[in-house]
């Protein structure tokens, strides 16, 4: 695709050049693309424009309150469409897919940015999406207030694990601190983003942690979230956030899988440790991923009690077949 490149320097000019902005965010959406939405429908609002952000269907309480107060009316027409923070036309939501042809802007740091809009912003080396936009609505010159740095901050924060990632760095910081300067609420959003676990999600974590069984001395850890234990729990989608990264916290654990029932198979989740690439185990039973978190989706059509337990077998075989230096036992 053949979209026009521009710095974000050219990105504030055409910014306040252009009205009636509608801003898109991505599919599953996270505190990046939804901080990223809600900081520049913000400050464009300040610049005098009249700017809604896009209805998410995958809303999730946690960022409600970031993205809905500024859903547009009933009937509104765009005149300008921005996405942020979403890689590819795929990672739209089916309601934004009408608007698909018709982005004028993209603001993104994924580098695989397929460039489907007719300008895209795009800077590989920010930890989130926020960082990038909180270098655009510096240029557009509007002060930053407390609302906008809660927006990035959300951003930035949880693109980077909390400032944990290796993504994270002097500037990120940097930045941070100047959204603390705008009076930002660090220490509150820590809590709701970081800390705050419904009742259900604890439920459903310590069950899959107490569930957890070793192989290979305890280099590979398998945990199972079944529908049972679904049901039992009332775990909604946002309480199943990021299971799939208890296994691999457990000292000792190179391989941490994490299989989920779902209604269409088995779907697994494996994490990895520096040793080991996550996507080629994946990639043996039809996958894919990133080196060190990848997944795949295991059908099965027999007895679904059996299910799992056959999924688990292959998933385990993937894993005996891409890792050479393990200690089977068994
Ligand atoms: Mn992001």
Same mark, same amino acid.
């Given at each position: 695709? /053949?979209?026009?490149?521009?710095?974000?320097?050219?990105?504030?000019? #055409?910014?306040?050049?252009?009205?009636?902005?509608?801003?898109?965010?991505?599919?599953?959406?996270?505190?990046?693309?939804?901080?990223?939405?809600?900081?520049?429908?913000? *400050?464009?609002?300040?610049?005098?424009?009249? *700017?809604?952000?896009?209805?998410?269907?995958? !809303?999730?309480?946690?960022?409600?309150?970031?993205?809905?107060?500024?859903?547009?009316?009933?009937?509104?027409?765009? $005149?300008?469409?921005?996405?942020?923070?979403?890689?590819?036309?795929?990672?739209?939501?089916?309601? *934004?897919?009408?608007?698909?042809?018709?982005? $004028?802007?993209?603001?993104?740091?994924?580098?695989?940015?397929?460039?489907?809009?007719? !300008?895209?912003? &795009?800077?590989?080396?920010?930890?989130?999406?926020?960082? !990038?936009? @909180?270098?655009?609505?510096?240029?557009?010159?509007?002060?930053?207030?407390?609302?906008?740095?809660?927006?990035?901050?959300?951003?930035?924060?949880?693109?980077?694990?909390?400032?944990?990632? /290796?993504?994270?760095?002097?500037?990120?910081?940097?930045?941070?601190?100047? !959204?603390? $300067?705008?009076?930002?609420?660090?220490?509150?959003?820590?809590?709701?983003?970081?800390?705050?676990?419904?009742?259900?999600?604890?439920?459903?974590?310590?069950? #899959?942690?107490?569930?957890?069984? @070793?192989?290979?001395?305890?280099?590979?850890? &398998?945990?199972?979230?079944?529908?049972?234990?679904?049901?039992?729990?009332?775990? =909604?989608?946002?309480?199943?956030?990021?299971?799939?990264?208890?296994?691999?916290?457990?000292?000792?654990?190179?391989?941490?899988?994490?299989?989920?029932?779902?209604?269409?198979?088995?779907?697994?989740?494996?994490?990895?440790?520096? =040793?080991? $690439?996550? /996507?080629?185990?994946?990639?043996? &039973?039809?996958?894919?991923?990133?080196?060190?978190?990848?997944?795949?989706?295991?059908?099965?059509? /027999?007895?679904?009690?059996?299910?799992?337990?056959?999924?688990?077998?292959?998933?385990?075989?993937? #894993?005996?077949?891409? #890792?050479?230096?393990?200690?089977?036992?068994?």
């Amino acid at each position: 695709m /053949s979209g026009k490149r521009i710095t974000p320097e050219e990105t504030a000019r #055409v910014l306040m050049e252009c009205d009636r902005f509608l801003i898109l965010t991505h599919r599953r959406p996270d505190g990046d693309t939804i901080g990223c939405a809600s900081a520049l429908t913000l *400050a464009l609002r300040a610049c005098g424009k009249t *700017a809604y952000a896009h209805v998410n269907p995958e !809303l999730t309480p946690r960022y409600a309150r970031f993205l809905q107060p500024l859903y547009p009316p009933e009937g509104y027409v765009p $005149d300008t469409v921005v996405s942020t923070d979403v890689p590819s036309l795929s990672q739209l939501p089916d309601n *934004a897919m009408s608007y698909a042809d018709a982005i $004028d802007l993209a603001i993104d740091h994924h580098g695989t940015n397929a460039g489907f809009a007719r !300008l895209y912003c &795009v800077d590989a080396d920010a930890a989130a999406c926020g960082e !990038l936009v @909180y270098a655009i609505i510096r240029l557009l010159g509007v002060p930053l207030t407390s609302a906008m740095a809660d927006a990035l901050y959300a951003a930035i924060s949880t693109d980077t694990g909390c400032f944990r990632y /290796s993504n994270t760095t002097a500037r990120t910081h940097r930045i941070v601190a100047d !959204l603390m $300067d705008a009076g930002c609420d660090a220490a509150g959003l820590n809590f709701t983003l970081f800390e705050m676990r419904t009742p259900a999600r604890v439920a459903i974590e310590s069950a #899959v942690m107490r569930g957890i069984v @070793y192989y290979a001395g305890g280099a590979v850890a &398998v945990a199972r979230v079944t529908r049972a234990l679904i049901d039992a729990t009332g775990a =909604t989608e946002d309480d199943m956030e990021s299971l799939s990264s208890l296994p691999k916290r457990i000292e000792g654990v190179r391989i941490g899988v994490t299989l989920y029932e779902r209604h269409e198979g088995i779907k697994a989740s494996v994490r990895t440790d520096k =040793t080991v $690439d996550a /996507s080629r185990i994946c990639a043996l &039973v039809g996958g894919g991923g990133h080196p060190r978190a990848a997944g795949c989706t295991l059908y099965n059509t /027999s007895e679904r009690d059996a299910m799992i337990e056959d999924a688990e077998t292959v998933i385990l075989d993937a #894993v005996r077949r891409t #890792v050479e230096d393990l200690p089977w036992t068994t």
